[in-house]
């Protein structure tokens, strides 16, 4: 006689502008995993949100120019936004806030202009990564003036890294936390890995069989061009910035996928690889990460190990 394992339990709701979900492999750790997940949720929106005013990245982003001293959530969040940028070579960073602001996404993108007449400015170069001042033992930080750090891409998926280690750790159990397009997985996984389907909207999967991913540990992320969205002074724009230019990347990739060790390093590589458009496949190849790009007219190429288009397991990082 066999027993058979409960099915994992779920839990989606609202979070970050986007959806989180949340999957147990033990029904009865739910509560206690969620409870985890909303307490991560609740401290990075404090902490990172560049659209709440009573932020500690709001506060940050008045005193450019000038000495502050940072709290060690906030630290810990900036430390990881420069290592993304280092690990991409400035593709990917965080003082990129004011050109977000100049191309119209200067608020939550639910209440972002969907078609603004109003003429996008003159675009600016992000002043760079690399004239960030900080000491990680005081905490003390010194932003070039003027400047404003957006760290939302990299501290949604340092919140998943956190709160799938954290809830494994307080349950026993398997975790995957999936908040938009950044997964990460802690914990025993069930039998055959957590199934990951792929599309260009997290919220809006393709209806039938498609392409899908086994994840048993580690982190899966997907950055795009097609989900958020806005259009002013007749042009289409989107979220993901070229740091150099302050212009939205080119659409020369629709999706790109990429597992990793952690969320927050597939997450860096990925949107790196939207930045950089033709040359992504160069930094690809040189991470030797699992990566999966499809160009806008559903061309796809993998590269690093990447499966075939079916329920097969991530290779690398995310085994």
């Not at 603004?116 to 990564?129: I, Y």
């Not at 025993?188 to 809006?204: K, S």
């Not at 097969?312 to 995310?318: C, L, T, Y």
Request: glycine share 10%.
């Amino acid at each position: 006689m066999t027993t058979r394992a409960p099915a994992p339990a779920r839990s989606v709701f609202p979070a970050l502008g986007t959806t989180a979900t949340l999957l147990v492999t033990d029904p009865r750790a739910l509560p206690d995993a969620e409870a985890v997940l909303r307490a991560e949720l609740t401290a990075v929106d404090v902490t990172c949100s560049r659209f709440r005013p009573d932020s500690e990245l709001s506060r940050v982003n008045l005193t450019a120019g000038a000495p502050t001293t940072v709290g060690e959530r906030f630290a810990g969040a900036l430390q990881d936004a420069l290592r993304a940028a280092r690990l991409t070579d400035g593709a990917v960073d965080p003082t990129v806030g004011n050109a977000l602001i100049d191309l119209g996404y200067d608020r939550t993108f639910a209440s972002v202009r969907p078609d603004d007449a109003r003429p996008v400015p003159v675009p600016r170069a992000a002043p760079g990564w690399r004239r960030i001042v900080f000491d990680p033992r005081t905490r003390v930080l010194r932003l070039p003036p003027r400047t404003r750090l957006d760290l939302g891409a990299t501290a949604k998926a340092r919140t998943a890294d956190r709160a799938a280690r954290l809830a494994a750790m307080v349950t026993g159990c398997g975790v995957l936390v999936g908040l938009g397009g950044d997964l990460a997985a802690a914990g025993p996984a069930p039998r055959g890995g957590w199934r990951v389907a792929l599309a260009d909207d997290h919220a809006r999967p393709a209806p039938g069989p498609g392409p899908a991913v086994a994840v048993t540990a580690g982190g899966l992320a997907t950055s795009g061009v097609r989900v958020r969205t806005w259009r002013r002074a007749g042009r289409t724009l989107h979220h993901i910035v070229v740091p150099a230019t302050g212009e939205p990347a080119p659409p020369v990739w629709r999706t790109v996928t990429v597992a990793a060790a952690t969320c927050l390093d597939a997450n860096a590589v990925s949107t790196a690889a939207v930045v950089l458009g033709d040359r992504a496949v160069g930094l690809l190849r040189s991470t030797a990460l699992p990566a999966r790009l499809v160009r806008p007219d559903g061309g796809v190429v993998r590269l690093g190990g990447w499966p075939p288009d079916s329920d097969a397991p991530a290779p690398g990082g995310s085994r």
